[in-house]
Structures are given as C-alpha cells and as structure tokens.
C-alpha cells in the first residue's frame, strides 16, 4: 500500500508539473520497449482522471533487421483505464486510428529469388518462419487494447521487382484484446504483429503482381 501512494503521489507531479513535449518523450520510450522498435509520439490532449488520450503524431520505424518505416498515423484516441496504471497490466478500452499507413518492406536474402520459406525477410519480421512466443514480462508493466479500430488506413508495399511501391486502399478492421499481456490475461490477446498478419491478410487479393502474392502466400500467415 505505501509503495502504491507514493507512486500516486509522483504521478500527480509528474501530470501538473511537466508539459507534453516531456509526455511525448516518456511515452515514446515506453511504445518502443513494447514495440521493440523504434517509436515517436506527440501528445496533443491528456487527462488521466477521464482516461482520455488524443495523439497528433506517431510513427514507428525498424532500425535492425530492414532499416524501414512499419507505421504512421496522424491522428489517434485512445480511452484507458486510470487505475490500471497503477497495477502490471495497464487497460486500454478503446482505440481509435484514423488514416494509417502501414509499410510492409519485403525482400529475399541473399538476393534469392526463390519463393521457397526461410529466405524471405521483412522489416516486421512476421513470416511463418520468423514467428516465435512472446514470454510475459516480469519487472515491466503489459498493456492490454479491449477494442482496436483501425479507420481510412492503407498499406505501402515494397517489393524489389516492382518499379513503384504498392498503394493499397484497406477496409475498416477492429480488433479485440491486442496488445503483449502475459499471464495476467491468461495468454487470452492477439500480439501486435498478429494485427500486423491479418492486415496483410485483407489486402493479399488485392495486389495485382501475381509474383508477389505468391511469395506472400508461401511465407505467411494468410487467413
């Protein structure tokens, strides 16, 4: 209990004595552990007691792997719980993404143009073969979206045997219970990058290069 009030006690100097921008940077850093990419934010409106977030400015770029963009947006809101934040597993009931734009950079290794698996990398890392169990974290907190709703997005494709990148228009989609929570849960949520698969999923029909939708096909996941 005396852990928890001096916690309140810190984050309520913490909410009136520091701006947005230090905000910005806090959460930014937080996103990035999560993500484990690299990720800036900008906070435009924040008031914990109702829960209310509005962020003006994010994007979230790979800096191993493919050296690549994997989302932006302009505009988000999100709805979480208050309280949550002062346990391990941080609730998120409602979030909504308005205009994304998601980058998927596919390229074979080795400069082979097999279509075989194994031989495809992305700057997502989210091919059959890339796929592994996301352990519970033990000293960091989890976070945990009820309700994800993703609106107007659309997803950039590039792909080295194309001359220009794919622009692709994407349907409205929501998601239940994504995030990376662990055991608190029960293991009971889509982890980010499943979101990422099933995205990939909506648009497969929808790329012309009969190449491409090939390789896709064979090295993920397509519902």
């Given amino acids: 209990m005396k852990k928890i009030i001096i916690f309140f006690i810190i984050l309520l100097i913490f909410i009136f004595l520091f701006d947005n921008k230090i905000l910005s940077y806090f959460f930014s850093k937080k996103i990035s552990n999560w993500t484990e990419y690299n990720s800036k934010i900008n906070i435009s409106k924040i008031n914990y007691f109702k829960g ?82 996301y352990p519970s974290k033990k000293k960091d907190k989890n976070f945990l979206i009820s309700n994800l709703s993703i609106k107007n997005s659309k997803a950039i494709i590039k792909y080295k045997k194309n001359i220009k990148d794919l622009n692709i228009n994407l349907s409205n989609i929501t998601f239940s219970n994504v995030g990376n929570a662990g055991k608190e849960k029960g293991n009971n949520f889509q982890h980010y990058k499943d979101v ?28």
């Fill in 52 to 133: 209310e977030l509005e962020i003006d400015k994010i994007k979230i770029n790979n800096t191993k792997n493919i050296k690549s963009g994997i989302f932006d947006a302009n505009l988000i809101f999100i709805d979480f719980d208050f309280l949550s934040l002062f346990s391990n597993l941080i609730i998120i009931n409602q979030v909504t993404i308005i205009d994304p734009v998601f980058y998927f950079d596919i390229k074979t290794q080795n400069n082979n143009t097999k279509l075989n698996k194994r031989n495809i990398i992305d700057n997502i890392n989210i091919t059959d073969n890339s796929k592994k169990i």
């Fill in 196 to 223: 990422f698969r099933f995205i990939l999923s909506d648009i497969f029909f929808k790329i012309p290069n009969y190449e491409l939708r090939e390789l896709i096909k064979k090295n993920y996941k397509i519902r």
